[in-house]
């Protein structure tokens, strides 16, 4: 397979941020009119906007790390989109023993970790939490991304993954799974592909894929 099919990680991401940050600064210009270059040099950039440079550049790193042990047992795509909609899904990697869909989050200084809610009366509920920030919609986000892969692998054994870059995590243990979504740090997700192990036809399962879900 060529490394075109594969995508580029980031790309949609960056495009998006390179899209935000050129209307920003026309509106900018149009305001200001002959001041408008010098109001562009002053003006921070729209927290909005930056978002989507902070993430495209997570996606990136995360792709560069999966792409390394790629090139043997593994296959990585990149942003991939999903069919009948405007999403896409950051990175599917494809080993032997299995097909992983991975989103790449990146929450800086902060630490995800699970808690259970209700009890006696309630049903036991886990959420997600990054810090003190309630993020159980990702979660939500990797099973819909998951169901996707799923419906043009078949029976492949399939796995989702909630990578976060820059988190904080502790010095022994850490990651966790919420249900059935991976949730860990970028070498510790290398680490669990590298040790797949199973009878997936990767090459196979990469061209399927690649050639059902267009580069975004």
Same mark, same amino acid.
């Given at each position: ?16 941020? @390179? ?6 600064? +026309?509106? %900018?210009? @149009?305001?200001?009119?002959? &001041?408008?270059?010098?109001?562009v040099r002053l003006t921070p950039e729209r927290a909005s906007t930056a978002s989507w440079y902070r993430g495209a550049l997570g996606e990136e790193r995360l792709g560069a790390m999966l792409?390394?042990?790629?090139? $043997?047992? &593994? ?7 999903? /069919?009948?909609?405007?999403?896409? #899904?950051?990175? #599917?990697?494809?080993? /032997? ?7 790449? !989050?990146?929450? !800086? ?6 808690? %259970?809610? $209700?009890?006696? #009366?309630?049903?036991?509920?886990? !959420? ?7 993020? %159980?919609?990702? *979660?939500?986000?990797? &099973?819909? +991304? *998951?169901?996707?892969?799923?419906? #043009?692998?078949?029976?492949? /054994? ?9 988190? @904080?995590? /502790? &010095?022994f243990g850490g990651a966790f799974a919420t249900r059935g979504v991976q949730v860990l740090w970028p070498k510790r997700l290398v680490k669990v592909l590298r040790e797949a192990e199973g009878? *997936? ?16």
């Amino acid at each position: 397979m060529e490394p075109s099919d594969l995508g580029r990680a980031g790309g949609s991401a960056r495009r998006e941020y @390179e899209r935000r940050r050129a209307r920003d600064e +026309q509106r %900018t210009r @149009e305001w200001w009119g002959p &001041l408008g270059g010098i109001a562009v040099r002053l003006t921070p950039e729209r927290a909005s906007t930056a978002s989507w440079y902070r993430g495209a550049l997570g996606e990136e790193r995360l792709g560069a790390m999966l792409d390394g042990p790629a090139s $043997g047992r &593994l296959a990585a795509l990149h942003d991939r989109g999903v /069919p009948g909609s405007r999403a896409n #899904i950051d990175h #599917i990697v494809v080993a /032997p023993g299995g097909v992983w869909v991975v989103d790449a !989050k990146r929450y !800086k200084n902060r630490r995800p970790h699970l808690r %259970t809610e $209700g009890g006696l #009366i309630r049903p036991r509920v886990e !959420k997600l939490y990054v810090g003190s920030r309630s993020c %159980t919609r990702l *979660v939500d986000g990797v &099973l819909g +991304q *998951v169901g996707v892969v799923r419906s #043009i692998v078949g029976h492949v /054994p399939m796995r989702g993954a909630l990578c976060f870059l820059e988190a @904080e995590w /502790p &010095l022994f243990g850490g990651a966790f799974a919420t249900r059935g979504v991976q949730v860990l740090w970028p070498k510790r997700l290398v680490k669990v592909l590298r040790e797949a192990e199973g009878g *997936v036809d990767v090459a196979a399962v990469a061209a399927l894929l690649a050639g059902r879900l267009r580069r975004a």
